[in-house]
């Protein structure tokens, strides 16, 4: 249902965009959001966002990330700015879909980002 993309391999202080796309019988996307989770570490939320736009941020990625969604396309994105080798993690989407059984929470499968100094 939801398959994200974009991660990759940057330099400190670089940029990558990840996306995440829902797809299947869908009638309707509450919140999406994206995770993170570090070898060894817990999974942690780092940016979220409502259908109506609303957003809020993990303190540590503040003024750096920037979470979006394309309602009509049920795409979610990440913009991450400044990176840091601390950002190095899997990030993983999630959303709340509606579809013709009910409303679900869903995780995409993961895209690595790599920020090496």
């Known amino acids: 249902q939801l398959q994200a993309s974009g991660g990759g391999l940057v330099q400190a202080g670089g940029s990558l965009r990840l996306s995440c796309a829902a797809s299947g019988s869908i009638f309707s996307i509450n919140d999406m959001a994206w995770y993170r989770q570090a070898p060894g570490k817990q999974r942690d939320l780092v940016a979220r966002?409502?259908?109506?736009?609303?957003?809020n941020y993990a303190d540590s990625v503040k003024d750096r990330f920037t979470i979006s969604r394309d309602n009509a396309k049920n795409t979610v994105y990440l913009q991450m700015n400044s990176l840091k080798p601390e950002d190095t993690a899997v990030y993983y989407c999630?959303?709340?879909?509606?579809?013709?059984?009910?409303?679900?929470?869903?995780w995409g499968q993961g895209t690595l980002v790599t920020v090496s100094s």
């Open positions: 999630n959303g709340d879909i509606g579809g013709r059984y009910g409303m679900y929470n869903y």
């Open positions: 966002i409502t259908r109506g736009g609303r957003t």
